[in-house]
């Protein structure tokens, strides 16, 4: 298990409460034994929850909880803003926006992709763009569709299905004003948000030039059918120094 494993699994605890304000965490010597690494893994575990502000190491008073619970943020309701001026994502003033897909790949959905509502050994496939400014990345976004519905394509399309497109195609653009969700005949509900700041994941460190296990934001949308089915998910991913911001139209 590395650092990073460690951090992880006490960030779990500190969220679900195990973990209390102002707790005192086992020494780097007790964690090392705990977890059956070095003393070196175990004090750069601390380091990685420092990093993220929910600990605080002192010399003399050992590791400390500096942060509570998790809670969640409810944001409010928002729906399309009209599409044929919106952006999906912008740069600060002055920077040039660019981005490139990177992978596109059809697998059998792993585990994990349960908590977004698709069952394990399902066919998903999974598209991974990479969005830059001024030339340096500064987002990671992961979609994954089941592929059925990746495999839809607009009346008329000739070719791959624009979902199913594979590295070096063109875009992905609906005609002006249309979604892509409209475009391509997804029964698009709503969508649900989650927007967290933990260690960034290897494919996503790798991506955006960082050391592995740098701290970011991790940005879930789940979006459903009207049934409650999941139609995709995106992960996006931006370091910490960047700004999440969300339009939210009455």
Same mark, same amino acid.
């Given at each position: 298990m590395n650092s990073n494993a460690i951090a992880a699994d006490i960030r779990r605890g500190i969220a679900a409460g195990e973990y209390? +304000?102002?707790a005192k965490?086992?020494?780097?010597?007790?964690?090392?034994?705990? +977890?059956?690494?070095?003393?070196?893994?175990?004090?750069?575990?601390?380091?990685?929850?420092?990093?993220?502000?929910?600990?605080?190491?002192?010399?003399g008073s050992g590791t400390v909880v500096t942060a509570g619970r998790a809670a969640d943020a409810h944001l409010g309701h928002f729906t399309p803003p009209?599409?044929?001026?919106?952006?999906?994502?912008?740069?600060? !003033?002055?920077?040039?926006?660019?981005?490139?897909?990177?992978?596109?790949r059809q697998l059998r959905a792993p585990k +994990?992709?349960?908590?977004?509502?698709?069952?394990?050994?399902?066919q998903v496939v999974e598209r991974?763009?990479?969005?830059?400014?001024?030339?340096? !990345?500064?987002?990671?976004?992961?979609?994954?569709?089941? +592929?059925?519905?990746?495999?839809?394509? !607009?009346?008329?399309h000739e070719g791959a299905p624009p979902m199913l497109a594979p590295v070096g195609s063109g875009p992905?653009?609906?005609? !002006?004003?249309?979604?892509?969700?409209?475009?391509?005949?997804?029964?698009?509900?709503?969508t649900e948000a989650t927007i967290t700041a933990e260690p960034m994941d290897p494919a996503a460190s790798a991506a955006l030039g960082m050391t592995e296990g740098s701290p970011g934001f991790r940005i879930v949308n789940i979006t459903?059918?009207?049934e409650g089915a999941t139609v995709f998910i995106t992960v996006t991913t931006a370091p910490l120094h960047h700004r999440v911001t969300l339009d939210i139209v009455g």
């Amino acid at each position: 298990m590395n650092s990073n494993a460690i951090a992880a699994d006490i960030r779990r605890g500190i969220a679900a409460g195990e973990y209390r +304000y102002g707790a005192k965490l086992p020494s780097v010597r007790d964690l090392a034994e705990r +977890y059956e690494v070095s003393q070196q893994t175990a004090a750069a575990a601390y380091a990685v929850l420092a990093a993220l502000g929910l600990v605080r190491s002192e010399r003399g008073s050992g590791t400390v909880v500096t942060a509570g619970r998790a809670a969640d943020a409810h944001l409010g309701h928002f729906t399309p803003p009209n599409l044929a001026v919106a952006k999906a994502w912008r740069p600060a !003033p002055g920077g040039e926006a660019s981005e490139e897909t990177t992978l596109v790949r059809q697998l059998r959905a792993p585990k +994990y992709m349960e908590a977004w509502g698709i069952s394990e050994g399902d066919q998903v496939v999974e598209r991974t763009r990479i969005r830059s400014v001024d030339g340096t !990345p500064s987002q990671h976004k992961l979609t994954v569709l089941p +592929y059925a519905i990746a495999a839809r394509a !607009p009346e008329g399309h000739e070719g791959a299905p624009p979902m199913l497109a594979p590295v070096g195609s063109g875009p992905i653009k609906p005609p !002006p004003g249309v979604r892509v969700a409209d475009w391509l005949g997804w029964d698009v509900a709503h969508t649900e948000a989650t927007i967290t700041a933990e260690p960034m994941d290897p494919a996503a460190s790798a991506a955006l030039g960082m050391t592995e296990g740098s701290p970011g934001f991790r940005i879930v949308n789940i979006t459903r059918d009207s049934e409650g089915a999941t139609v995709f998910i995106t992960v996006t991913t931006a370091p910490l120094h960047h700004r999440v911001t969300l339009d939210i139209v009455g």
